[in-house]
């Protein structure tokens, strides 16, 4: 019998190998424990995203093993920032400083960098091309269907699957809440003007509000240009994100003489941004889910790189205790929700609260900057609100 077409048994099976999955590899990495990471691309590959990665990637990859916090130092594929600048709806402006760099990396090179540390690691079992159809819950194992020739038997199932995952579909009764939900269009423009160095750009469009439409540097003379929106408005507004994109560079007097000799490279793709703003099933028995398979991605800024790798810390943390307390129990895993809640929640709804102040009011936008422009108070506070 060919090794396909067996069962194969594992202590632990990760689906995805996105910042959440890899996360999780790298954290299970030295634990002695059997582990098979599940990804159903080949890297390198890319994800619909805006690219940027917050202050706390590095930290991360440090409280992990130190190494891997200086690998990242080493990877030039970014571009480093310090400031963001808020463009209002009336075209007034205001940079703020970050308090820590943040940097710009195509998730194509950064998941790739985080997958060539997994590769490193002999323990963990790696496949590609390797797609999760079906989930079976046993009494003491989870059976995994992937493809006619591959099944897998575990004893805890890490998923890491993304957003509408097939871990959570099949395991919670988790759905799409459109209060809690963002889509986002994103395309590679070269060439584009006038950018600022180091700089994230929000120009808050009174059609996308309380969203926005970014500009993201990144290495050699590209950026990451794209627009959002909250589902609840968008299903109201009914608005085309990609139509809006386009007419918005072409037309808006702030953008359209820096994009006039821009070239869009490839396409303008959109993905669904699950947001962090409710409390959603995170574990249960023998799993648990991280980055938006558990809806982390904060829900004014629209950032979840950092969520997922966090989550997938602490549940390759969590992990490691089930196995040592042979405990794999729902009320054991709810320790690994709450230290990811304790990280997140209060900031997450913090920014909801934000995020339904703004509304689709520019004038609460352009208040705010007006007031920040003339007010270092009231900087601080938007500080405190974005970053
Ligand atoms: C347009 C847009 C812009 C964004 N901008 C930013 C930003 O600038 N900064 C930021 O921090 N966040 C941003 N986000 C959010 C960010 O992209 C996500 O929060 C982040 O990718 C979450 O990582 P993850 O590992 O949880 O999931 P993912 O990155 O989605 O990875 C999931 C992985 O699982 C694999 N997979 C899926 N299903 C299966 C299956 N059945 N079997 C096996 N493998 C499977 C996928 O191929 C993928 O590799 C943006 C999102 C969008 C849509």
Redesign the pocket.
Known sequence: MSELSKTLEFDIVI?????????CALTLGQSGLKVAL????SFP?D????????AYVPLVLNSIRPEYAEAFTRFDERMIVDSVRFVAPNEKHIDIKFPKQGS?ST?FKF?NFLFSLVKTLPDIRIFEN????NITPESDHIVID?GKDLRLKTKLLIG????Q???SRKLTNTTVNRNHY?????GYYENVKDIPPSTFEIHLLPEVLPSYL?I?PLPGNRA?V?I?QVSRLLSRTKINLRETLQRTIQEAPSLKDRFKDARLMGDI?????PLGSRKVTMSGPRFML?????S???PL?????????V??RNAGRQAMLCFKENNFSASFMKQYDKGVYDKFWKTHYAHYLGQKIIGNRPWVANTAINMALKNTLLEKAMKRLFL
């Not at 689906?15 to 996360?23: S, W």
């Not at 599940?38 to 691309?41: D, I, V, Y």
């Not at 890491?160 to 957003?163: M, R």
Request: proline letters at 1%; glycine letters at 22%.
């Open positions: 689906c995805g190998a996105g910042p959440a999955g890899a996360t599940l990804e159903k691309s590959r994800k619909v995203c805006g690219d940027a990665l917050a710009i998730r998941d390797t797609t999760v159809h992937a890491c699957d993304g957003a995952g097939v871990v963002s889509a986002a269009v994103r970014w993201f990451n794209g959002g793709e959109g993905y669904g941004l991280c980055g938006d398979a558990a982390l991605i904060d800024t629209g950032e979840g790189i950092g969520q997922a790798m989550s997938g």
